[in-house]
């Protein structure tokens, strides 16, 4: 069964920086594409970014195009989320997902992460 721990969260002032990780606890991590997803109070979970099982794709949210870089690191197990130039708007839980591209797009599987709070600042 696939385990991921998000982390790397926090609290920062509008423009900062964060990078979040995800360690995924699996032999496989290679078979599988992964992605980033995030969830406000009250709102839905959506789409941040993802990265094919090989990394050589890429996807983002309009919204984080040119801020955000999703990559991936196979010696380790890990999925990152360099976030920069944050805005208050980005502020909600953040969560890593194992899952799939179908064509261009990416598909979301069951194995989600604890997720990990962002909070920037005004």
């Known amino acids: 069964q696939v385990q991921l721990v998000e982390s790397g969260g926090g609290l920062v002032p509008a423009g900062g920086s964060l990078r979040l990780s995800c360690a995924m606890s699996a032999r496989t991590l290679s078979s599988y594409a992964m992605g980033w997803f995030r969830q406000a109070p009250g709102k839905l979970r959506d789409f941040v970014a993802s990265i094919t099982w090989n990394g050589d794709s890429t996807n983002y949210a309009d919204s984080v195009k040119g801020r955000f870089t999703i990559s991936r690191d196979g010696a380790k197990n890990t999925v990152y989320l360099q976030m920069n130039n944050l805005k208050p708007e980005d502020t909600a839980v953040y969560y890593c997902?194992?899952?799939?591209?179908?064509?261009?797009?990416?598909?979301?599987?069951?194995?989600w992460g604890q997720g990990t709070q962002v909070t920037v600042s005004s």
């Open positions: 997902n194992a899952g799939y591209y179908s064509g261009p797009e990416y598909h979301p599987n069951d194995a």
